[in-house]
């Protein structure tokens, strides 16, 4: 240890930042950037819409959880890579549109993998093990395809170093199980089996020989993400760091504790004796955070429990205008994210697009408030 | 599998017959005629069971799984990827990580939680999916069709996939660890191959039962058959080969047309029936319990809007 510096993790009330900041610091063309939240919820789209008039491109993206950030994104031509499991929008567009359109005429290259599988690469990530376990994927083709090792981004370069050091070396890998199966369940023990599961084909599954040539049960491993920036949006953020997330926790905090650098978007920076009086209730440990953007409302459109609803007239209109040409959902996108987030939230919220109350702006911000008991807004309008 | 419905309507959610009337009327309805939506949900809802733990991927799903719990199975759990177990769905969730799905659940945790603290240790035993393609075994595509991979990654000149779908999202999960599957997805013959090209999700036998093919010998060590609801009909897995076998028709279909969209040659289950018409009660519970805003409800497939023209 040569000269003794502050990490920047320990820096205190510096990770305080404006969104410009944050965004021009820690994400840079071809950053391997994972987004959290899932689907409408809880996702950073304030710092999503700051990628987007910062115009930072080649973005290698890895997620599970929904395409919405991901869809802003290719629409306004940000994206190169994508590792993913799911690219919809689930119940308001079956496939996300910009997304799908990109990957079928080459602007985008996808890896895919199952969502516990992702999920498991997270926790493999946020425990700093060198790979998790993994029981399904088994017989299907997710076995015999990988995007980025026919690309030659896997592996190491001639002076030893990895091609790219977000991409494992491999997309997975299979193993015998050296405990044949014994901590699989239905298991007997002498009471019974204790689980739910009706259905047990172990013996059949240790007289297979597939994927090694051996007969045994098996075992896929899956290699974890080492993103290089994660966002995360929370309802509250400790002055330090400490992060307190409400509601569904989606893949935020294995994310965010998996990557080099994560960035916080919050509702709201308290103090951390706010947070701490109820310690067990914190989600993200100070020093993973590196930046923190206080934006309220930042999450518009998309909904973040016990505070706002999602938008659905929006979503309902973007996913009618993501349709048309590509060029024009681009200039389109481009627009939409103003010239900064103050802007933006006093403007486009409701513009441009019908409600049943006519409301927009900061009005309509407030109309979408979510009721404290449900963490939604109960009878919310929302025509198909 | 032995298991429990709750056939009785007694036993179901009440809706009242006047409030009925007058949200059909408001809406412009017919009060008895049912759509194809409303079919596949009640179609999805007949096929589980009570005391069942339902894993329910997004889409159609979600609302198959709330009919569900209002109908045949008010006791079964249900269980979305985000990371909830139980919730007491009042408003149809359009998300399977939206507050709306949350609410009241018995713990809210993430999703490497979910499907580990849950479907890999057993407790999936009803598994809800939506899928795009489904070949004769039962194996979902929902990736991507003509040819998966993207440019850089593929030789044959072309820029990407044809069609690129939403991905595996947990379906594959969800389709490995279940007792038993059930998609819901619209029949033309175009997606119901005889082998798909990619395959996502084995919700059934994957090959010939028996052989080096089938989900066990690829090293799956669960889930016993699927049933896959179409706008058509129900196809079955034979519990001796595995093949999808159409088991129910619904009213006014015609056989040959359930034959003329699939690509193999279908053969009938043996226990093969009739489906009993969409009742009374079936309709005014899918309508203004699960969806009365119709966000699922209120959709249409081409066969619907060819049928229009």
New interface residues.
Partial sequence: MAEATIPTFMRGKEKIMSLSDAVKTFIKPGTCICPGG????KKPFALAREVIRQDIKDLFVTM???ASICEFWAAAGLVKLLD?????L???Q???YS??RS????T???E??????Y??R??AGRYGWPFAPL????????MD?D??G??GLRGKKADGSWIHPSIAPARAAVIEDPFD?WG???HAFEGGDG????????E??R??T??TGNKG??VILVPPILPEVTIVLAQRVGELGTTRIE????????QAISAKNCIVQTEKVVTEEELRAQPYSNNIAMQYVDAIVEVPYGGFPG?V??YY??DWDFWRSYTQINRKDKAEVNAYIKDWVMEDEWTFLSTRPGDGYPTITGTSGLERLFELR?DAI???K??L???? | MAVIRATDPKDWTHVDDTEYEAYCKERGIDPEKYTTMELLCIAAARQTYDYSFIFAGTGLPMIGCMMAQHTYAPNALIIMEAGILDPKLIEVPISVSEARGGYMCSTLSNMADTFGTFAQRGFCTFGMLGGAECDKYGNLNSTAMGGYYSKSARDDGKTGPTVRFAGSGGANNIASYADVGLAMMVQEKRRFPEVNEYITSVTGSRGPLGTEEDRYHKGLFRGAGTTIVSDLCIFRSSPETGELEMAEIYPGVDEQLVRENVSWELKTAKDFQPFTTPTHEEIKIARMVCDPNRIYLGRKTKRDLAAEK
């Fill in positions: 899932f689907s409408y919820t599970n959880g929904g993913t499991t799911y690219i919809g689930e119940g308001i079956p496939v996300a997304v799908r990957i079928q005429d080459g985008i290259d996808v895919d993998y199952s969502n516990y599988g999920g498991l997270t926790v029981m399904s994927e088994f017989g299907t083709s997710f395809h995007t980025f026919k690309m199966g699989l369940r239905p689980t739910s599961n009706k259905t047990n084909f172990l059949q599954v007289e297979s597939a994927y049960v098996k509601g569904i926790l989606g893949p935020d905090a294995e909904q429990p016990y609803d999602y979510a449900y963490g939604y109960p009878g309008a929302r025509p198909l």
